[in-house]
């Protein structure tokens, strides 16, 4: 990979009826020392030490038939033009500071007037960000070891139903699942502390079963633990299920924000498990927001070590080649010397269905892949879920056609005839 650029790098594809240049200059200007009027201060000297620069600018060809996005300028539809633009920024304004680089490259100008659509494509940054953050303190070895799984992807599911089960009935499944051989499982992003399933009772209870399957088979299965919340709260909760013999916690991005992030990975004795719930207000419109190959690169410099990346096939409105570009790019190192890769966890919809595809489009077996309705919804119940799951696995990383593989594999050929 290449040497990480001296100032901070953003890459934009931006909308405008006025000269793209000018509302580049202007983004550059709002985002660094100038206003919207010259202030006497920002002398040319405190411009050269300061000022954000245009380092590349190409207006792309295609039509735009009516404006992106709302805004109060008048709008000229006949005027309308996309482009790429690179702004720069010295790392002095602001140091290696994540939450403060937020400010600077998604800050106010997503609603500078004359833009009808602008959404951040890329980062670059400089090598002493690499230095400020943990990164995953596990990342993918760190997952295989102590999942105990090598050579294949973890076999996941979601608890479900997402809510509903009290502490007792969350063990009970958990029981069933570990017997049907499964690698990993998590809580639910609707599930953290509520009074019907309080997290202690919840963890102590999950753990009982998971430690007692560990000690008969030797197999300890990974449980992330949605301990979102409060940074207190997260603290004790992490604690509790480090005491208890656990290997994983989770946390939901969006609503721990960034700051707890980085408080939760600063302190974590244990791989975090970073489930982007709401992800789709920040990048549904594809004139707005971010793309998931700049965002996920704050995450795990800050130390997410499993990010979501939905999967093939989905429940939700993303086509596939962008799951896979978010996938890939979660495997993708962020610095030379310190490459700070997350494991991308397939979920949302995924059955055995999605096996082959999904390997053959990422060519790699370092994902987990989490299977809710695919699993537990299995006619014949949550652990013959899990075997199907496998065999699909197995099948797709072999090569082997997963209607062939089901002839031998009677959970898989039972997943094939249903929905799950
Ligand atoms: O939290 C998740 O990843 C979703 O709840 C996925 O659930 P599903 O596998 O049933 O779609
Ligand atoms: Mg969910």
Same mark, same amino acid.
């Given at each position: 990979?290449?040497?990480?650029?001296?100032?901070?790098?953003?890459?934009?594809?931006?909308?405008?009826?006025?000269?793209?240049?000018?509302?580049?200059?202007?983004?550059?200007?709002?985002?660094?020392?100038?206003?919207?009027?010259?202030?006497?201060?920002?002398?040319?000297?405190?411009?050269?030490?300061?000022?954000?620069?245009?380092?590349?600018?190409?207006?792309?060809?295609? #039509?735009?038939?009516?404006?992106?996005? !709302?805004? =109060?300028? *008048?709008? @000229?539809?006949?005027?309308? %033009?996309?482009?790429?633009? &690179?702004?720069?920024?010295?790392?002095?304004?602001?140091?290696?500071?994540?939450?403060?680089?937020?400010?600077?490259?998604?800050?106010?100008?997503?609603?500078?007037?004359?833009?009808?659509?602008?959404?951040?494509?890329?980062?670059?940054?400089?090598?002493?960000?690499?230095?400020?953050? #943990?990164?995953?303190?596990?990342?993918? !070895?760190? =997952?295989? *070891?102590? @999942?105990?799984?090598?050579? %294949?992807?973890?076999?996941? &599911?979601?608890?479900?139903?997402?809510?509903?089960?009290?502490?007792?009935?969350?063990?009970?499944?958990?029981?069933?699942?570990?017997?049907?051989?499964?690698?990993?499982?998590?809580?639910?992003?609707?599930?953290?502390?509520?009074?019907?399933?309080?997290?202690?009772?919840?963890?102590?209870?999950?753990?009982?079963?998971?430690?007692?399957?560990?000690? *008969?088979?030797?197999?300890?299965?990974?449980?992330?633990?949605?301990? &979102?919340?409060?940074?207190?709260?997260?603290?004790?909760?992490?604690?509790?299920?480090?005491?208890?013999?656990?290997?994983?916690?989770?946390?939901?991005?969006?609503?721990?924000?960034?700051?707890?992030?980085?408080?939760?990975?600063?302190?974590?004795?244990?791989?975090?498990?970073?489930?982007?719930?709401?992800?789709?207000?920040?990048?549904?419109?594809?004139?707005?927001?971010?793309?998931?190959?700049?965002?996920?690169?704050?995450?795990?410099?800050?130390?997410?070590?499993?990010?979501?990346?939905?999967?093939?096939?989905?429940?939700?409105?993303?086509?596939?080649?962008?799951?896979?570009?978010?996938?890939?790019?979660?495997?993708?190192?962020?610095?030379?010397?310190?490459?700070?890769?997350?494991?991308?966890?397939?979920?949302?919809?995924?059955?055995?269905?999605?096996?082959?595809?999904?390997?053959?489009?990422?060519?790699?077996?370092?994902?987990?892949?989490?299977?809710?309705?695919?699993?537990?919804?299995?006619?014949?119940?949550?652990?013959?879920?899990?075997?199907?799951?496998?065999?699909?696995?197995?099948?797709?990383?072999?090569?082997?056609?997963?209607?062939?593989?089901?002839?031998?594999?009677?959970?898989?050929?039972?997943?094939?005839?249903?929905?799950?």
């Amino acid at each position: 990979m290449t040497a990480p650029p001296i100032r901070i790098e953003a890459d934009y594809l931006l909308e405008t009826a006025s000269d793209p240049r000018r509302v580049a200059e202007t983004m550059a200007g709002e985002q660094s020392s100038g206003t919207f009027v010259p202030v006497p201060g920002e002398t040319p000297e405190l411009k050269a030490r300061s000022a954000a620069r245009v380092e590349r600018l190409e207006v792309l060809d295609e #039509p735009v038939d009516a404006p992106s996005l !709302p805004t =109060t300028a *008048r709008v @000229a539809t006949e005027s309308l %033009r996309r482009a790429r633009v &690179t702004l720069s920024w010295p790392i002095e304004n602001l140091g290696p500071s994540l939450p403060n680089l937020l400010a600077t490259v998604a800050g106010n100008l997503f609603e500078l007037r004359p833009l009808t659509g602008l959404r951040l494509l890329d980062i670059r940054l400089p090598q002493a960000f690499a230095a400020a953050y #943990p990164g995953p303190r596990f990342g993918i !070895p760190g =997952t295989r *070891r102590l @999942a105990g799984v090598e050579g %294949r992807p973890l076999i996941g &599911t979601i608890i479900k139903p997402s809510v509903g089960f009290g502490p007792e009935e969350t063990a009970a499944l958990v029981r069933t699942l570990c017997e049907g051989g499964i690698d990993f499982i998590k809580d639910d992003e609707l599930q953290a502390d509520g009074p019907h399933c309080p997290f202690e009772a919840r963890a102590r209870a999950v753990m009982r079963v998971v430690n007692d399957h560990a000690e *008969r088979t030797g197999k300890k299965v990974m449980v992330a633990f949605n301990l &979102t919340g409060e940074i207190d709260e997260m603290r004790k909760r992490h604690d509790l299920v480090r005491d208890l013999g656990g290997t994983c916690i989770m946390a939901s991005l969006n609503s721990v924000g960034l700051v707890g992030m980085i408080a939760l990975a600063r302190m974590t004795e244990l791989p975090i498990h970073a489930h982007r719930n709401g992800w789709g207000y920040l990048t549904r419109h594809p004139l707005l927001g971010w793309s998931y190959v700049a965002w996920q690169k704050i995450w795990r410099l800050a130390g997410a070590d499993h990010m979501h990346v939905n999967g093939l096939d989905n429940k939700f409105a993303e086509d596939d080649d962008s799951v896979v570009t978010s996938a890939r790019t979660c495997l993708t190192p962020l610095f030379p010397d310190k490459p700070c890769l997350a494991m991308p966890v397939f979920s949302s919809g995924q059955t055995v269905r999605q096996a082959p595809g999904t390997f053959a489009a990422l060519g790699s077996t370092d994902l987990i892949v989490t299977a809710g309705g695919g699993i537990v919804a299995h006619p014949g119940g949550p652990g013959e879920g899990v075997a199907a799951l496998r065999q699909a696995w197995e099948a797709a990383v072999a090569g082997i056609d997963l209607n062939a593989h089901a002839r031998t594999h009677p959970a898989l050929a039972r997943a094939l005839e249903g929905a799950a």
